[in-house]
């Protein structure tokens, strides 16, 4: 398991534009069965992560998926 300097019990990095928003997700670029969801964050700063929570409970990486924003 890593350690990130900006990640810690009471600091978290910055979030971009996105996080809060509403996406539209696909996978393997199959867009008749889009999914929508929220971005949860979106890192402005290191680890540059991006988490989108699906409405059907998944949790995904934008690097697992394709998304737009609605």
């Not at 398991?1 to 809060?20: C, D, H, L, Y």
């Not at 964050?41 to 929570?53: G, N, Q, S, T, Y």
Request: glycine share 6%; charged share 30%.
């Amino acid at each position: 398991m890593r350690v990130k300097a900006n990640i810690s019990a009471t600091e978290f990095p910055q979030q971009g534009a996105r996080a809060g928003k509403r996406v539209l997700v696909c996978f393997h670029h199959d867009t008749s069965r889009a999914i929508e969801g929220v971005v949860l964050r979106d890192d402005a700063e290191e680890p540059f992560r991006r988490v989108i929570h699906l409405d059907d409970g998944r949790v995904v990486l934008d690097t697992e998926c394709q998304f737009q924003p609605l």
